[in-house]
């Protein structure tokens, strides 16, 4: 029996799996980051302490006797010694004005790394150089930089180890093409910070879990995964080879393995991301599941064809972006035309989230099969509009919509000697909404005229200064 700990920005999840592939149970929680002077920061020992308990009734409930973890991306741990040296950094926070000049002078190029330099900490390695001019003798002593699943690999089994999906994931940390530290990593001194490689879902150690009848269970500790990543592998194991991942959650995150990485704008958020074999993978993102909360004004109930319907006839656009990131950069969220509210502010958002996730499509070159997993899966009207708006390609979900947790399973498995995932995917049935091709030629209008006048106004500034 395996648990696997899906931990996202903002909701982390505990999955109970069965040897042939069963999900028995699952678990959630809301990871908090907290204020700590003028910088936000995890609160580990609150999450910690969920997760303990969680995988104690898994055992107690279950029989588990092995733990797995994925996580999100742009996060880092400091580690000196047996504790956290320094709390995980809230990747949601921009660094001071003066520190940022300084840090992008030494951000490698964007042909060594395949990282677009990006805001805030969406490159964690921007995020590590802000803490070392923070805290130069809390990173000097840290004898340890781990990627997020590491850093809870390492609290369950107290293996301090690197992964290539992680290190690889846009950090400035990695160069792809040479399978090794980028020259960001030597220049700042941290090569010998870097743990050694262990691959993603191999056994690196063991945790007790202490029962409420005074016994103990030892339990096997899986090294983690990124786990955009681990999506990839669960349908690539499923025997999927020419396709386009869209994985969703805050983030939308697509993978198409057939795109050659000089299709990559780095001006777009288009990157190489690297599989948990090492290999690059052209990869476009922008966070759709954040846009969309805020798009929607938190709207978390199911959205009708009537509401998509008239939204379309009354010309009411969202137009990008509601979240920084994304292949629409330096543009502000806003509604046009008639204003929306209640389930049609919640359609208008959809239909936004749909229109982005088809842009980025077309931007990293995706004409093969396309397997849509996680959370906007639930929604229920993304897939089918998106398959109605690209009608050439075939569309494919999974059920349970949860690849990320589902690929760690498999890795985790994997190095049991066991393979109990079958290819489960259903093809998706495209929607027929009139008028909504020609909606979505007038958005992109709209979004071209407000890039051009953005870019515009940002040279003549440029001229300016």
């Not at 204020?35 to 009734?57: E, K, P, Q």
């Not at 290190?167 to 399978?179: D, V, Y």
């Not at 090794?180 to 879902?201: C, H, I, N, Y």
């Not at 929607?296 to 199911?302: A, K």
Request: with cysteine.
């Amino acid at each position: 029996m395996l648990a696997v700990f899906d931990l996202g920005k903002t909701n982390s999840k505990l999955f109970v799996f069965s040897a042939d592939g069963a999900l028995l149970d699952e678990r959630r929680t809301k990871p908090v980051w907290r204020g700590d002077g003028d910088i936000r920061v995890l609160d580990d020992d609150a999450l910690f302490a969920w997760m303990r308990g969680a995988l104690a009734t898994a055992v107690a409930d279950h029989g588990v006797n092995r733990v797995m973890f994925s996580g999100h991306g742009c996060t880092f741990a400091l580690t000196e010694g047996d504790r956290l040296a320094h709390p995980v950094l809230d990747y949601e926070q921009e660094p001071p004005a003066d520190t940022a000049v300084r840090i992008e002078r030494r951000i490698p190029d964007f042909q060594e790394t395949f990282s677009p330099r990006l805001p805030l900490g969406f490159n964690f390695g921007r995020h590590m150089l802000w803490l070392q001019e923070r805290a130069p003798d809390i990173f000097e002593n840290a004898d340890a930089i781990l990627g997020y699943p590491q850093f809870w690999t390492w609290k369950f089994s107290g293996a301090k180890l690197s992964e290539v999906s992680y290190l690889g994931c846009h950090s400035h940390l990695w160069a792809p093409l040479c399978h090794d530290f980028s020259s960001l990593v030597d220049t700042q001194g941290w090569r010998e910070k870097m743990p050694g490689f262990a691959r993603a879902g191999a056994v690196v150690g063991e945790y007790k879990v202490a029962l409420a009848d005074g016994t103990s269970v030892p339990v096997k500790v899986h090294n983690g995964v990124h786990d955009s990543n681990a999506a990839l592998y669960f349908y690539r194991s499923a025997g999927f080879t020419d396709f386009t991942l869209v994985s969703t959650g805050t983030w939308v995150i697509i993978f198409n393995t057939a795109c050659p990485l000089d299709a990559l704008d780095r001006e777009r958020d288009m990157l190489a991301n690297v599989t948990v074999d090492g290999e690059p993978a052209a990869t476009i993102r922008f966070m759709g599941g954040r846009e969309y909360d805020v798009a929607s004004g938190g709207w978390d109930r199911p959205i009708s064809l009537r509401a998509i319907k008239s939204i379309i006839e009354k010309n009411v656009f969202a137009l990008p972006s509601f979240a920084p990131g994304g292949p629409l950069p330096g543009l502000q969220g806003q509604f046009i035309g008639p204003e929306p509210d209640g389930e049609e502010r919640a359609a208008a958002a959809l239909l936004y989230v749909v229109l982005m996730t088809d842009l980025s499509l077309d931007l990293i070159r995706s004409r093969n099969t396309i397997i849509i997993d996680g959370g906007l899966v639930k929604t229920g009207l993304y897939t089918g509009l998106l398959a109605q708006l690209r009608l050439s390609q075939t569309f494919m979900t999974n059920a349970n919509a949860e690849g990320s947790a589902f690929g760690a399973a498999a890795l985790a498995f994997e190095a049991a000697g066991i393979t109990p995932f079958a290819n489960s995917c259903e093809k998706v049935r495209p929607t027929q909404i009139a008028d909504l091709e020609s909606y979505r030629a007038r958005w992109r209008d709209l979004v071209d005229q407000r890039r051009h006048k953005a870019w515009a106004g940002m040279h003549i500034r440029e001229a300016q200064s």
